[in-house]
């Protein structure tokens, strides 16, 4: 039979109880993590929020009553529980729990709740698919890894709002319900019932509003926003997430990039005890490009690319040469010493490139004792460019050179994702745990496959101020004003200063092919609040669960949300998106068909 609490209350969570109590009496609450019985004690392992075990201890000769009911007790069962802290024999301590010298003997127990057998085990490690831990995420939940990646998400809330509003931000909210804006990615749509055939979308980030709020005048703004994006999923993408969001007035990039430094110095020492060294490292997306071949570079991997496509621009092998003609490039990636990786290796490394990263496949080179070059496109190769990659990569016996010839984009991504496998492989990695990086001077725009030209981060970014003169005519050549803000690989968040000219916001949306109706159709709120007297401004958004899974060295971002998406967009627990009644539909004006044949492909 269940009890009631009644004037029982907790005293102490289960990992405050530690020698410093002994003698004294606590009154403890949690689950029952595991129940033992030796021969007429018994021994149950009390969990709670703590992440703490704490030992009770059940005997006869104490309570009976209440070794009575643990006789009981199973898996998950809910108990409130009084008695004495009372230290183990030396024989019985526990060094690896943090209570594991003492126990509590129970002199009463409250059954407050059963609980149906959990599907799976609640441990550090659950062992099992992650479809059945998310359909069952309450009890995944209970799980330690969670508890803990919660806990860092709830401190770093804490500490960013400390440090922005002790350096004069203002929290303020921005709505849910919004206008759809070409920023990117698909939006999410919500039809209005007050307004027949007309929606709302749902915002993929506040970056119009909080533009708005400096240009009337709040000067310092920061929000905890939830954003929303209908783009497909993948481990570090969910359907809704959420970013800390700032932006300030009469600023620059140095006086942003200040504050930057300062937030997430803060909230990382805050939320885990980590300490980032100041100043950040500072590189330019160009250095980025060419040295690493991305734009959020782990710099602690001891390996980094070389440009050769001038060395092929005139070469007489064909699938160098033709690379580049088409307007490609030829770069590789040098490994010293790198004989302890064999041939088999290096075919898997090729069919991994050419199945899983899209690339037309992987030439290699590797140089042996007496300057002898192993590889099938030696002969294709003249001496003069033999004496080039020789030159500038620094090759030795003992080396392995890995070539992509192809686009700008496809050859710099295989190559730097080669040198992140590899690095860790081959212990090519300093010893620092943390590598913080500025990452500055982004273009502006970026080519479409169409031709023409788009915003490489969103149409708001302001160009440096000493490349506004080429916006007229060699718009590709201006660099805008964006800064990211990478630690160990992942990019944290981004930002820029934003053009607070209407003329200047003009000229870039008609550089990217918007017409002047066009831009008053989608942005001319936006237009016309510029053009009441818009100061300089500028700002950021740090992706919290990037952030969070950066510190506690998660690749999925599942495990930091609370209630997440699978890769379908489906919230097992909830069983969610479901379909609505017909009245429901009715009263929105709104008709569903069925999908056709061609997108439940797509979805498959």
């Given amino acids: 039979m269940l009890d009631g609490m009644g004037s029982l209350r907790r005293t102490h969570m289960c990992g405050d109880v530690t020698a410093t109590l002994e003698g004294q009496e606590v009154v403890l609450a949690g689950w029952v993590h595991r129940r033992r019985d030796h021969g007429g004690v018994i021994f149950v392992d009390l969990r709670d929020r703590s992440g703490d075990l704490v030992q009770v201890v059940f005997k006869p000769e104490v309570a009976a009553e209440a070794h009575e009911k643990a006789g009981s007790l199973r898996g998950e069962w809910v108990i409130l529980a009084r008695g004495t802290v009372e230290r183990r024999s030396d024989d019985t301590i526990n060094r690896k729990m943090k209570t594991g010298e003492v126990e509590v003997n129970v002199v009463e127990l409250r059954l407050l709740n059963t609980a149906t057998p959990p599907p799976f ?242 030439a290699w080179i590797r140089v042996k004792e007496g300057d002898e070059w192993q590889s099938p496109i030696v002969k294709f190769l003249s001496d003069e460019e033999k004496k080039q990659i020789s030159e500038r990569t620094g090759a030795k016996p003992g080396s392995l050179i890995f070539f992509q010839a192809d686009e700008f984009e496809r050859a710099n991504m295989i190559l730097a994702r080669l040198r992140v496998d590899l690095g860790r492989k081959l212990g090519r990695v300093d010893d620092r745990a943390w590598d913080p990086l500025l990452v500055v001077d982004f273009p502006l725009f970026e080519r479409e496959e169409t031709g023409g030209l788009t915003h490489m981060h969103m149409p708001f970014v302001a160009p440096l101020e000493e490349d506004i003169p080429l916006l007229e005519n060699e718009p590709e050549k201006v660099r805008g004003s964006h800064y990211d803000v990478v630690v160990n690989g992942v990019e944290l968040g981004s930002g820029s200063l934003r053009n607070h000219r209407t003329d200047i916001q003009r000229r870039v949306l008609e550089i990217m092919g918007y017409s002047p109706e066009e831009q008053d159709h989608a942005f001319g709120f936006m237009l016309r609040s510029l053009e009441t007297g818009a100061p300089p401004h500028g700002g950021f958004a740090f992706g919290v669960e990037r952030w969070i899974m950066v510190l506690i060295g998660s690749e999925n971002m599942r495990d930091v949300v609370a209630f997440p998406k699978t890769q379908r967009g489906q919230d097992l627990l909830m069983e969610a998106p479901s379909s609505v009644t017909p009245e429901q539909l009715d009263e929105l004006s709104i008709r569903v068909r069925a999908p056709r044949k061609q997108d439940r492909e797509k979805q498959d």
Avoid: W
């Fill in 121 to 362: 085990l609640i441990e550090e490690e659950s062992g099992v698919d992650e479809a059945v831990r998310l359909t069952h995420r309450i009890h995944d939940l209970r799980r330690p890894p969670l508890q803990r990646s919660l806990r860092v998400r709830h401190e770093l809330y804490q500490s960013a709002r400390r440090t922005l509003t002790e350096q004069g931000f203002l929290e303020i909210d921005t709505p849910m319900l919004a206008r759809a804006t070409p920023e990117g990615a698909r939006d999410f749509l919500v039809p209005s019932r007050m307004q027949p055939g007309q929606f709302y979308a749902l915002p993929q980030s506040p970056q119009i509003l909080k533009q708005l709020l400096m240009v009337a005048g709040f000067d310092r703004y920061f929000q905890i926003a939830r954003c929303f994006r209908d783009e497909d999923q993948r481990a570090d993408r969910q359907l809704e997430f959420s970013q800390i969001d700032l932006e300030m007035s009469f600023v620059g990039v140095e006086d942003v990039l200040d504050i930057l430094e300062n937030v997430t110095v803060r909230c990382t020492r805050d939320a885990i005890g980590a300490e980032l060294e100041r100043p950040f490292k500072r590189i330019t997306y160009a250095e980025a490009m060419a040295r690493y071949g991305i734009d959020r570079p782990d710099t602690r991997i001891l390996l980094e690319l070389t440009e050769l496509t001038d060395v092929f621009a005139g070469s007489g092998f064909k699938a160098f040469r033709g690379a580049v003609d088409a307007g490609g490039i030829v770069k590789c990636l040098h490994i010293a010493d790198a004989d302890g990786l064999s041939r088999s290796e290096i075919d898997r490394l090729e069919s991994f490139v050419k199945k899983e990263l899209g690339g037309k496949g992987l």
